[in-house]
């Protein structure tokens, strides 16, 4: 359940489909949310979600003490060039006793603070918040969102586990209760639902749009001779066909909008590289897209929960989830550890290209971002999902103050960290799954 604020001067509110969705902001808004002559006000805000499985080595990850002086750990020193644009949050909590699901609940309740329905077949969650962001953000873009991830699902499909659907463990977006919305792992399937087959080349590009153009045009004029046999259910049923082309329609419209824009070069993605190579492709075409503009919302599963991954790179030899149920041998646990900063040390790599990657304002793609870093499980040995780690990077359009580590009250939510960055990135919002308020991310160092 989300329950948006109704507070806020001059603001309209869409209902329907169980949820409330305040409309994006106009400029006949402006005067109520900040001050006309303000360009961050106007600057594309975007939100991200890097996700990393099987929990992380508390030691490795969590600061002492709160505040501005906490000392960064072997994790959080890979991103220490951008420390006054870190956020790290301690003590919030991904489900309740009862509702404690392990690796399945630890990714599923992750976006949703939903418990799963433990079932192989009716699967169950709750809509993640990174497709709220995305119904709102995905008005102006040409996709609403990305859903990115590393392993293949197709090939884990079958990986159920304790009773749960591997439906839970393979994505970390839900588009309804009932649709978890699948991960693509391949870098050129992903760079083709950026720019098309056409790539960045505008006249390939336009000429696709042309195409497409042309057989929807052909669809409309079809449509017009074939109602006049249908009944009223049929004709029911193609209007219900009809809101879909005319989804597609409206995606062309805008994609159309930016076929004169100067893309970055980038050749069409090849086949699946080793994985060192893969995180950094995929990393890269997240920057592009944010760039470009084509979506403001992505969420990347960096692996699975589950991952047997075996991390070669770093000289192991043994699976990245065996490694996380050390039982306290000290071998195993540093290995399980050096993953988690091999993790860090590539979404470090990401957040420099986001830094040096200018927006339209001369600011940079980080200074007008959210870009969330963590895990649904904060001891990955014992399938705790308390305490999980979450680090936020970036600036918010200036609405984001980093520089701290901030404990919250032992229990707090972790939906309540969703509730305060829906917020600040401009969708009033009073509640979301079973956050108990708002995260203040304004609390003093």
């Not at 309209?12 to 006309?36: E, N, V, Y």
């Not at 501005?68 to 890979?78: A, G, H, R």
């Amino acid at each position: 359940m989300i329950i948006f604020k109704k507070a806020l001067p001059r603001r309209t509110f869409l209902r329907g489909m169980g949820i409330s969705i305040a409309l994006p902001m106009l400029d006949a808004m402006l005067p109520a949310l900040a001050q006309p002559n303000d360009p961050a006000a106007k600057m594309p805000l975007r939100i991200g979600y890097s996700y990393v499985p099987n929990g992380i080595i508390g030691e490795r990850w969590r600061p002492e003490v709160a505040g501005s002086n906490y000392i960064m750990t072997d994790v959080l020193k890979q991103w220490e060039a951008y420390r006054d644009q870190l956020l790290v949050i301690s003590n919030l909590d991904n489900g309740e006793l009862e509702s404690v699901s392990g690796h399945s609940g630890g990714s599923s309740m992750y976006l949703t603070g939903t418990k799963p329905n433990k079932s192989l077949s009716e699967i169950r969650c709750g809509i993640s918040v990174d497709q709220v962001f995305a119904r709102e953000f995905g008005k102006v873009t040409p996709l609403s969102s990305l859903q990115i991830c590393i392993e293949n699902a197709a090939e884990l499909a079958g990986q159920s586990n304790a009773g749960y659907s591997s439906a839970y463990t393979n994505t970390i977006s839900w588009g309804s209760p009932t649709t978890p919305l699948p991960m693509e792992h391949r870098p050129r399937e992903i760079f083709e639902r950026l720019f098309g087959a056409g790539g960045t080349d505008p006249k390939v590009r336009q000429n696709q749009i042309q195409r497409e153009k042309s057989i929807l045009d052909f669809v409309r004029d079809e449509v017009v001779e074939v109602r006049k046999t249908l009944g009223s259910d049929d004709n029911q049923k193609l209007g219900q066909y009809l809101d879909a082309v005319r989804e597609v329609e409206f995606r062309v419209q805008k994609a159309e909008a930016k076929t004169d824009m100067a893309l970055p070069e980038m050749p069409r993605p090849i086949g699946i590289p080793p994985l060192e190579d893969h995180l950094r492709l995929m990393y890269d075409l997240m920057v592009l897209a944010f760039q470009t503009d084509m979506t403001r919302v992505f969420t990347f599963m960096v692996a699975r929960e589950y991952s047997e991954l075996v991390y070669t790179q770093l000289g192991h030899l043994d699976p990245h989830h065996p490694l996380t149920h050390h039982r306290g041998d000290a071998n195993r646990k540093r290995q399980a550890g050096e993953i988690d900063v091999y993790h860090a040390k590539m979404f470090g790599e990401f957040i420099a290209k986001m830094k040096a990657t200018k927006d339209s304002d001369g600011s940079s793609l980080l200074d007008n971002s959210i870009i969330i870093f963590g895990s649904g499980m904060g001891n990955g040995d014992i399938h705790s999902q308390w305490n999980v780690p979450v680090a936020l990077l970036g600036g918010a359009g200036g609405k984001l103050k980093g520089g701290r580590h901030i404990m919250a009250k032992p229990g707090t939510p972790l939906c309540n960290l969703h509730v305060a960055v829906l917020n600040k990135l401009g969708l009033p919002t009073e509640h979301f799954g079973r956050a108990s308020g708002e995260l203040n991310l304004d609390a003093p160092a």
